[in-house]
């Protein structure tokens, strides 16, 4: 009679929880805005990819159209910038340092400066409207203040508290449906975007990592976002790629973030007496430069440079100088203020240099552009385990697995040596920085 008893006992707590709207609720709620994220990401990479095409189609294919973008890519930037500012504010940049810097903020407001449906909107519109005017910006990273601010959203309709780890999890899910990278999601969520990380947080980010990830291959199928690469590491020269990428890679990748860590502070303070005129005049001025780059390169520097990377891996080399042009029109697009992500310009830049180191030591292109890849991005975010897995699950290159983890590593204690600030966390601060300033602020006026 007992375990009887005992069953019915379990079935009655079950159905008065399931019957209880506090406990369904929030869960409910937290899966329709996992799922929401997969589709949000994949309607972005299909306005960014037509973004990309039209610009491709404006510029044409020779004659006076090849230097429209002198006009139209200033013009945009400063369109973007100025929209950053006057309506989206938080919005400029990646995103990734607003997901890290809401996460170590502990009142709502705050947080909901830097995430929000709002910030939704904005992000998408401005990083679309980059993509159309020629910008070396990336939407991945846009992806994560998307998939952290809807989640954040989520957290307010269900009740549902943590909101650390549902801003963790939203983070992942962007990145995971971003790029069809599940695992990737995970790593990113536990070494980048969660410094201390909560195991409590677990179950949060696996399962909005799950049905964001199932959401996206709903709309889109399962794919591999280079393809696949087949190549291994099984000669001498193939090993010495992987010292040159690694070292080499991380130094530029680490030369990239400083310099755009330096940068940024100078911007600041110099545009602090008039942000909105003078950010305006940088974003022209930046617009400028990157148009002009573009044209000197044929074209190939604008916009993502996901065909220039792809092309990498299926082994069709690049020019030995496009990774130089490719590193600097995505620094100046950077530091312009407007939003847009560095992560698959970093791709390309990486898939360039290994390209071009390749070629140099005559080793197989395709095993070059995704060491190069591993080398260089562990660099400029110095998260060498996000590095060689995000890698892996874009190329399928599981014949690699060791050199890329070898080349990540190397990426990574190169870039370390050059700068001991981690991009993303070194930004993140000026975002905590400007939420403390508020407060005291409003605390000063109180009193």
């Not at 369904?24 to 589709?39: D, E, H, K, N």
């Not at 996460?103 to 939704?120: G, H, I, Q």
């Not at 042009?325 to 310009?345: D, R, T």
Request: with cysteine; hydrophobic share 50%.
């Amino acid at each position: 009679m007992r375990p009887i008893h005992r069953q019915n006992s379990v079935l009655r707590r079950s159905q008065a929880m399931w019957g209880n709207t506090r406990v369904w609720r929030p869960r409910l709620v937290f899966w329709v805005g996992a799922l929401a994220i997969g589709a949000i990401s994949v309607g972005f990479a299909k306005l960014a990819d037509v973004a990309q095409h039209l610009f491709q189609m404006a510029r044409g294919s020779g004659g006076w159209t090849t230097y429209l973008p002198l006009a139209i890519t200033p013009m945009g930037f400063v369109i973007c910038a100025y929209m950053a500012l006057r309506f989206f504010p938080n919005s400029q940049g990646s995103g990734i340092p607003q997901a890290i810097a809401a996460r170590y903020l502990t009142d709502d407001d705050d947080r909901f400066r830097l995430l929000s449906l709002k910030m939704v909107a904005g992000k998408i519109l401005l990083t679309v409207m980059g993509l159309l005017s020629g910008a070396s910006i990336g939407r991945e990273g846009p992806t994560v203040q998307v998939g952290a601010s809807v989640m954040l959203q989520a957290a307010r309709w269900g009740g549902m508290a943590h909101a650390r780890g549902l801003i963790l999890a939203g983070s992942a899910a962007g990145i995971a449906a971003a790029f069809n990278t599940p695992l990737a999601g995970i790593v990113f969520a536990i070494e980048e975007m969660g410094k201390s990380y909560e195991s409590r947080a677990n179950g949060l980010v696996l399962t909005a990592v799950i049905l964001s990830g199932l959401a996206a291959i709903g709309f889109v199928g399962n794919y591999t976002y280079f393809g696949e690469l087949a190549a291994a590491t099984t000669s001498f020269s193939d090993w010495l790629l992987v010292i040159l990428c690694g070292v080499g890679g991380g130094a530029f990748g680490a030369c990239f973030s400083a310099g755009a860590l330096r940068a940024s502070r100078r911007i600041r303070r110099w545009a602090a007496f008039a942000p909105l005129s003078r950010m305006v005049l940088l974003a022209a001025i930046c617009g400028f430069a990157v148009a002009v780059i573009g044209i000197v390169s044929g074209g190939m520097t604008f916009g993502t440079g996901y065909e220039q990377a792809r092309g990498a891996v299926e082994g069709n080399a690049l020019p030995w100088y496009f990774f130089l042009e490719k590193l600097l029109a995505g620094f100046l697009s950077m530091i312009s203020g407007i939003p847009g992500g560095i992560f698959a310009p970093s791709l390309s830049v990486g898939a360039g240099f290994g390209s071009a180191v390749g070629q140099l030591i005559g080793s197989n292109i395709g095993l070059a552009a995704i060491l190069g890849m591993a080398g260089y991005f562990a660099g400029v975010v110095q998260a060498p385990m996000t590095a060689f897995v995000i890698i892996l699950e874009m190329t399928g290159s599981h014949n690699s697995v060791i050199a890329l983890m070898c080349t990540a590593m190397l990426g990574y204690g190169t870039a370390r040596i050059i700068s001991h600030e981690p991009l993303y966390h070194s930004l993140s601060r000026v975002f905590i920085a400007d939420a403390i300033r508020r407060k005291r602020a409003e605390m000063a006026s109180a009193g």
